[in-house]
T-cell receptor, first 111, second 114 residues
Framework: SQELEQSPQSLIVQEGKNLTINCTSS?????LYWYKQKYGEGLIFLMM?????EEKSHEKITAKLDEKKQQSSLHITASQPSHAGIYLC???????????FGKGTRLHILP | EAQVTQNPRYLITVTGKKLTVTCSQN?????MSWYRQDPGLGLRQIYY???????DKGDVPEGYKVSRKEKRNFPLILESPSPNQTSLYFC?????????????FGPGTRLTVL
């Protein structure tokens, strides 16, 4: 089974709507990274969460880490076309100093 | 401008023809890494390097080689490419090691092996 599960796999939302992407780990999360990837391009670091309950924001994107649920959620408020892309979460869940990535969530924004 | 560059960005080749994808960073980062990204499989690490002359296998190293003779460069070598190595490849670097606050990614190299 996938060590980091992202849901949903893809998401289509109307511009201006809010949305949430989840990243669930099969093991304890000691730190989690969120990246955004424009289609066919490189990854852009969004934020890193290190502690349970931690919440960070980057413009209209907010991410939280729930250690008990072994889950992180990424929330976008008032989505815009510029938010379209693939969102990936990554974490060192094997505790071997390597980041394992989820398969990504494809986000499409309808004008 | 701080960046990770990869060359070429696109490459179509044939089975068995050796190729090298270059990766260079201008941030004096110690840690560099190669990933491949495939539909349905996500991003998987191929090799990584903690510093000059120090390299180690990631999750999918078979069929690949790397070298780290200089801090800024980390080329990915495919000695005998096969169609299952058709993928989108990313190089990444960071200053602090494998779990940094920020890991910089290159723009990607789309490789097709016929």
């Amino acid at each position: 089974s996938q060590e980091l599960e992202q849901s949903p796999q893809s998401l289509i939302v109307q511009e201006g709507k809010n949305l949430t992407i989840n990243c669930t780990s099969s093991k304890t999360l000691y730190g989690l990274y969120w990246y955004k990837q424009k289609y066919g391009e490189g990854l852009i670091f969004l934020m890193m969460l290190q502690k349970g309950g931690e919440e960070k924001s980057h413009e209209k994107i907010t991410a939280k880490l729930d250690e008990k649920k072994q889950q992180s959620s990424l929330h976008i408020t008032a989505s815009q076309p510029s938010h379209a892309g693939i969102y990936l979460c990554g974490a060192d869940i094997r505790r071997d100093d390597k980041i394992i990535f989820g398969k990504g969530t494809r986000l499409h924004i309808l004008p | 401008e701080a960046q990770v560059t990869q060359n070429p960005r696109y490459l179509i080749t044939v089975t068995g023809k050796k190729l090298t994808v270059t990766c260079s960073q201008n941030m004096n980062h110690e840690y560099m890494s190669w990933y491949r990204q495939d539909p349905g499989l996500g991003l998987r690490q191929i090799y990584y390097s903690m510093n000059v002359e120090v390299t180690d296998k990631g999750d999918v190293p078979e069929g690949y080689k790397v070298s780290r003779k200089e801090k800024r460069n980390f080329p990915l070598i495919l000695e005998s490419p096969s169609p299952n190595q058709t993928s989108l490849y990313f190089c990444a670097s960071s200053f602090e090691g494998p779990l940094p606050d920020t890991q910089y990614f290159g723009p990607g190299t789309r490789l097709t092996v016929l």
